[in-house]
């Protein structure tokens, strides 16, 4: 079993359990966070790959962190995750998140790949939410709605997530880059 689809496994047993703990229906999850019935039932089925911010969504209504969500349900209380939980067309894009700790609120510490030519666009974050960058292999573009940020390998940026960008390997080689989101 890849680890994609265990993943997906542990997002569709956690979503479904915890649903079913606060007494909400396949429709009423999906009501309070933005997305559809059918999104919830395809989850709980393990059968869709969805934007983290709408799992971060999810998770957010049934009151649990992101980490919750993607993590084997014997394991909620452990910081280190190493979760595969992205996976792009090409199978050297991939979003793991490593590790998750509390902080004020939370602190997540995730790897990503992107192969040549592949993107994420992501949906913002709530305010308050930040990332910081560091770029190990390739260089990274992250295309902001009216700028763009070009990191070269060995340099970090940080930014506010609460805007829509993309994370976008415009070179020619495997983009590798460690992510941290602070919220």
């Given amino acids: 079993m890849s680890q994609s689809s265990t993943v997906l496994q542990h997002v ?4 479904r359990s915890l649903r079913d703990e606060r007494d ?3 429709q009423d999850l999906a009501d309070l966070a933005g997305v559809s019935r059918r999104t919830i039932a395809a989850l709980e089925t393990g059968q869709v790959n969805i934007s983290l911010a709408k799992l971060d969504s999810i998770a957010a209504v049934l009151g649990v962190d992101f980490k919750t969500i993607v ?3 014997e394991h909620k209380e452990h910081a280190v995750v190493n979760a595969l939980a992205w ?3 090409d199978e ?5 998140l490593l590790a998750s700790v509390p902080s004020r609120s939370q602190v997540e510490l995730w790897i990503w790949s992107l192969a040549v030519g592949e993107s994420y666009v992501a949906e913002a974050d709530a305010d308050g939410w930040q990332e910081i960058i560091y770029v190990l292999e390739g260089e990274l573009t992250i295309q902001f709605t009216d700028s763009k ?3 070269p390998a060995g340099s970090s940026f940080i930014f506010e997530s609460s805007v829509t ?5 415009s070179g020619n080689q495997v ?4 992510r941290n989101v602070v919220y």
């Fill in 12 to 15: 569709g047993t956690n979503i």
């Fill in 24 to 26: 909400l229906s396949q």
């Fill in 71 to 73: 993590s084997a349900p």
């Fill in 87 to 89: 996976q792009g067309k």
């Fill in 92 to 96: 050297e894009s991939k979003a793991t």
């Fill in 149 to 151: 940020k070009i990191i």
């Fill in 165 to 169: 960008y993309t994370y976008i390997n």
């Fill in 175 to 178: 983009l590798k880059f460690t």
